[in-house]
């Protein structure tokens, strides 16, 4: 499985980006999708997941109300949108992916890794 995450850039606070990841390879008939994310010197933090069906998505206490996490399985690609962003939003952001239905929280639960994508917010 390869993940190939975009969307990545430079924004002002109170900004907006859009991130992509796009899965391929022997993803496996359902899998579950989500963003993590790592600022220099903290450990990875969990942002959001969503289901096979987009039915249920959770979201990190930091970002709830301001990202909003959609997958579109024709394509195979999950998406985040980014808005109301803040300087402590900056860090690297991961796509995951884990195989089945199961939902995730943990890195420890993640089967597969996108390469990241760097987002940072000025003040």
């Known amino acids: 499985v390869q993940l190939q995450a975009s969307g990545g850039g430079l924004v002002q606070a109170g900004g907006s980006l859009r991130l992509s990841c796009a899965a391929s390879?022997?993803?496996?008939?359902?899998?579950?999708m989500g963003w993590f994310r790592q600022a220099p010197g903290k450990e990875r933090e969990f942002v959001s997941v969503?289901?096979?069906?987009?039915?249920?998505?959770v979201y990190g206490d930091s970002v709830k109300g301001r990202f909003t996490i959609s997958r579109d399985n024709a394509k195979n690609t999950v998406y985040m949108e980014m808005n109301s962003l803040k300087p402590e939003d900056t860090a690297v952001y991961y796509c995951?992916?884990?195989?089945?239905?199961?939902?995730?929280?943990?890195?420890?639960?993640?089967?597969?890794w996108g390469q990241g994508t760097l987002v940072t917010v000025s003040s």
């Open positions: 995951a992916l884990r195989r089945g239905m199961a939902i995730f929280y943990s890195v420890h639960d993640v089967g597969y």
């Open positions: 390879g022997r993803t496996s008939s359902t899998y579950t």
């Open positions: 969503i289901n096979w069906s987009g039915s249920s998505t």
